[in-house]
């Protein structure tokens, strides 16, 4: 059992508010969990109007498609036109 994990740096440059800035995670949360099937938390930042860290996590029987799912997690990410991804780090274990 391979457990993926990606930690995502997010500038959100539009946010606000908090209220703001929680509807713009809350959102990209949701697409990601519903399109990867993968499991989301906003783990640092959190008072933060204009910036959050997101843990990402997947857990498969390969690391290959661990892999190849958080690497489309991130590059759906850096699409997002309402946060920019900073930075990004993938683990396994």
């Known amino acids: 059992m391979i457990f993926g994990l990606c930690r995502a740096e997010i500038h959100i440059p539009d946010a606000g508010s908090l209220k703001a800035r929680r509807g713009v995670i809350k959102g990209l949360k949701e697409r990601l ?4 099937n993968v499991s989301v938390a906003e783990i640092d930042h959190l008072d ?3 910036r ?3 843990a990402i996590v997947i857990v498969s029987n390969e ?3 661990a892999n190849s799912v ?3 997690v991130v590059k759906h990410m ?3 036109h309402r946060a920019q991804l900073l930075d990004y780090e ?3 274990f």
Do not use: N, P
């Open 33 to 36: 969990r519903s399109r990867f």
């Open 48 to 50: 933060l109007w204009q």
């Open 52 to 54: 959050a860290t997101l």
């Open 63 to 65: 690391q290959k498609h």
């Open 70 to 72: 958080l690497s489309s």
């Open 78 to 80: 850096e699409r997002d």
């Open 90 to 92: 993938l683990s396994f």
